[in-house]
């Protein structure tokens, strides 16, 4: 189904039929219709009460865990208002906005899911107690054809959490594209305080395809733990006494040990991350979140000003901060499709990054990863993206239920946010789902 909306009221055509599908529409059309006859009288609904922001804030965790370690309602909250709990830095957007056009296909609003209360459509689940994603967006040769925020308002900027590294990854593909970055390079290359750490010797690549052998994988349970190092001197981390000024000054002065030879396996650690954000910083002379808008943001007609979080001595959490609307990460997304230029006058993500990520993996990273996570379908990780599968979808997630899914060969993009439900994490993941109905739509054989 296609349908059409004038140039003059698409934009509050689609906040409205945003709140439309929001309000329970289960008919593409019926949203849709509700967005066209009552667009201009959109009203501006406030993500939280007073009372409700007050009772938040006081629930918080102060000296037993860190403030993200709440789940369910409260860590909902959390997520959408990290700019209330933390210091941010900004990241800035220019130019004229990317409208996207309106292209709202009832395939996946009603796309059947299964749960443990039986079948339903797609709508039906996000907005049911098996779900606790806050807002999708779902792009299609350049065009919204899906969107829903069951627990979130369209302009609020939840954390993405790691999806972060892929920003990261991207300007870092950005500077190798122009000669500034040579990744088989040692880190030291590029940042000579590491000559003499552990660090000393591991290629830029091996950072950026979480290979670099050092024994620091993510470990949010244990405050002694190298991970916890690194995050506390971020002002993210569980209470620890006295950690390092700065993550620069852990990264070059911790004893990490070695878990394995650099290149052999993969193990997931957002130290590795910073590094390469490092790498960034020593190369342009600029703060990360910088070069993010002189490279990416600025260019790609974004909504709003993304921010990232920078808990202690305004230093971006490059591993897993940014803030942003699920609309502006889903316009990165685009970016790395043939439609890019719905976003962008710009072709900003160069044929070659897209081609390494598609088949420049190393599939025996995975085959010797520390932990086996391997997905049956998955062909490899690369360059920060958790998993390319075989049929190209390109997948970052982030801590909680958080995710970019692009598939350039099938000219599709999904951004979501969402948090965990209980200790157990006993909501549906949305992944699994997503990309069932994905298939489906637009997969092999599909004529959307």
């Known amino acids: 189904m296609s349908v059409c909306i004038s140039k003059k009221t698409r934009h509050a055509a689609a906040v409205a039929l945003a709140a439309a599908l929001a309000a329970g529409c289960t008919s593409a059309d019926r949203a849709l219709q509700a967005a066209e006859t009552s667009a201009d009288a959109a009203p501006f609904k406030p993500g939280a009460t007073v009372a409700d922001t007050l009772r938040w804030h006081r629930d918080l965790p102060t000296d037993r865990t860190a403030w993200w370690d709440v789940v369910g309602e409260q860590q909902a909250w959390a997520f959408k208002n990290v700019h209330q709990i933390a210091p941010t830095v900004n990241v800035y957007r220019d130019g004229p906005v990317s409208e ?19 079948e339903m459509g797609l709508l039906d689940f996000l907005h049911s107690e098996h779900s606790t994603t806050m807002g999708l967006v779902i792009v299609h040769r350049g065009e919204i054809v899906f969107e829903a925020y069951p ?6 900027k939840p954390i993405f959490w790691s999806v972060t590294k892929a ?5 870092l593909a950005i500077l190798e594209d122009r000669g500034e970055v040579d990744v088989s390079k040692p880190i030291e290359f590029y940042i000579p305080e590491l000559e003499d750490s552990q660090l000393a010797g591991i290629t830029v690549r091996n950072a950026l395809d979480m290979a670099s052998g050092i024994d620091c994988p993510d470990d949010y349970a244990d405050s002694s733990a190298c991970y916890n190092h690194y995050e506390s001197t971020m002002g993210d981390g569980l209470p620890m006494e006295n950690p ?13 040990g070695y878990w394995a030879d650099q290149g052999v396996g993969f193990d997931y650690s957002g130290a590795n991350t910073f590094l390469v954000g490092w790498v ?16 990416v943001w600025r260019h790609m007609g974004a909504e709003a000003d993304a921010s990232i979080f920078a808990g202690r001595n305004g230093i971006p959490l490059t591993s897993g901060g940014l803030l942003a609307n699920v609309r502006d990460v889903a316009r990165f997304g685009v970016l790395f499709t043939p439609s890019y230029q719905a976003v962008s006058e710009q072709k900003i993500i160069s044929d070659r990054y897209v081609d390494l990520i598609l088949h420049g993996g190393r599939p025996e990273l995975f085959e010797n990863a520390r932990q086996r996570r391997r997905m049956p379908d998955a062909r490899h990780n690369v360059y920060q993206w958790d998993v390319v599968f075989d049929n190209d979808d390109v997948y970052k997630g982030g801590w909680g239920g958080q995710a970019l899914l692009i598939n350039p060969e099938r000219d599709y993009v999904a951004a979501y946010a969402g948090y965990f439900k209980d200790r157990e994490h006993s ?13 489906s739509v637009f997969g092999e054989g599909a004529t959307p």
């Open 100 to 118: 996207l056009r309106y292209r709202p296909m009832d395939e996946i609003a009603e796309h059947p899911v299964d749960t443990p209360d039986g």
């Open 151 to 156: 627990r979130m308002q369209r302009y609020q």
């Open 167 to 171: 920003f990261v990854s991207t300007v």
């Open 244 to 256: 390092e000024d700065t993550p620069y000054d852990m990264l070059i002065n911790y004893d990490y």
């Open 280 to 295: 960034i910083e020593k190369v342009t002379g600029m703060p990360f979140q910088d070069v993010l808008t002189r490279e």
């Open 427 to 439: 909501e549906m993941s949305l992944l699994p789902v997503l990309r069932q109905v994905l298939d």
